[in-house]
């Protein structure tokens, strides 16, 4: 067991906290809850810090509650937007619910004890709340002037777009979350990105003027990269954590290409390690930067942790494959999208199966048939082939008149390699 406040603050992971919170923690086995957005079928990266606080709050031997927002997922938050979203569908938040309610439970123990993780969902709720109970009961306790003190909404009438009653009323909504699950589930603290510390502590301002009862907040830090872009997204959109949306391949990769900077405080926050064994590996990093100890940890850690340790050895030899040594069996054991993944960028062209079939030789093959993508000629060809230079699909070529009678990947991509680092792919359709 550990301490909840002190592992959350050596990790860098607190930004707020409200005075009477640690000593609460402290005094008794606390539930806490974190509200997750169900705007897509699977979270993206951006709610890992989220669930490893709940993670942290577990292990240190209190219970934690994940909602999601079945309710208010209806009417969307308009912390940090600039403009309303779109509203979703039962039938998509349905979908979208089961797709993170599975995503969480990779993370969180739902079978310990009283200390289990349980998910609830707010429209179980609210969904028999009519809109006069709602304003009778709950509207009446927070004015407007406090709701309009908040950053959230201020920013929003301050710009062009304005702001919906829909959106305004949101505080409101969370604000009850948090009253019925102390009130239901005994929980007493909110924790949450520090974008929403006003939603939180609306939630408090419930609490106490309802119900006379006392809640607590904690909220994080939000994640920034050194070089100012955003954490998170990468040229391609989102980093899932859903396998069908970013390959663990992908995922892999981008841990693996943090900077060090980045490194080191992604590797307090998105990890199980101590701190002793976090500084050990920070040791060995400084000591040959080039050989990237702390991504690699970082990266093999959270890859095992969202996808398997399966994927996390797929994905290590799919990035052998252009980075170090590999053989033709790594590269057939590469599903279709990983491929055209570890690929991707590289020069690519397209031939039918029946020039395919009717290559004279490999050397009219490389510089003739492919129009000079790797060769210009094909005396330029049966040089380097002679020279050891050409490979397809990692076997090295071993005569100018080898016939072209090469298995394709996938059953339909040859991966050919010039040198050492110029590779090829050929779609033969």
Known sequence: MTNFIEEMQWRGM??????????????????????????ADSLHIGSLVQI?????????GHKPYALVGGATGMVGDP????QERNLLSEDVLEKNLKGVQAQLERFLDFDCGETSAEIVNNYDWF????????????????????????????????????????????????????YWLYKNKNCKLQLGGSDQWGNIVTGTELIRRKASGEAFAITTPLIKKADGTKFGKTEGGNV???????????????????????????IRIFTLKSKEEIEALEKEHAEAPH??????????????????????????????????KSTTEDLASLDERTFLSVFDGVPQTEISKSDFDNADDVTTFLS???????????????????????SINKIKIDSPDQKVDFKLLQGKYLLAQKGKKNYYVICVS
Do not use: C
Request: glycine residues 6%; hydrophobic residues 40%.
């Open 14 to 39: 607190i930004h707020d906290i409200m005075p009477g919170t640690e000593e609460q923690l402290n005094k008794e086995m606390t539930s806490a809850y974190i509200g997750f957005d169900p705007t």
């Open 52 to 60: 490893m606080t709940l993670v942290h709050f577990q292990r240190a």
């Open 291 to 324: 050989m990237r100890k702390l991504q690699m940890a970082l990266a093999e850690d959270i890859t095992v942790r969202t996808h398997s340790k399966e994927a996390l050895e797929s994905a290590i030899k799919a990035s052998q494959i252009l980075f170090g």
């Open 79 to 82: 912390t940090g937007k600039s």
């Open 127 to 178: 969904k028999d709340i009519s809109f006069l109970d709602f304003i009778r009961d709950v509207g009446k306790h927070i004015t407007v002037n406090y709701m309009m003190a908040k950053d959230s909404v201020k920013k929003r009438l301050e710009g062009e777009t304005g702001m919906s009653f829909t959106e305004f009323t949101y505080q409101l909504v969370q604000g009850y979350d948090f």
């Open 368 to 390: 003739q048939t492919i129009e000079g993508l790797i060769f210009k000629s094909k005396g330029e060809a049966r040089r380097m082939i002679q020279e050891g230079g050409v």
């Open 240 to 266: 899932w954590l859903e396998a069908e949306r970013t390959s663990p391949y992908e995922f892999y990769q981008y841990w693996l290409n943090a900077s060090d900077v980045d490194a080191a405080n992604y």
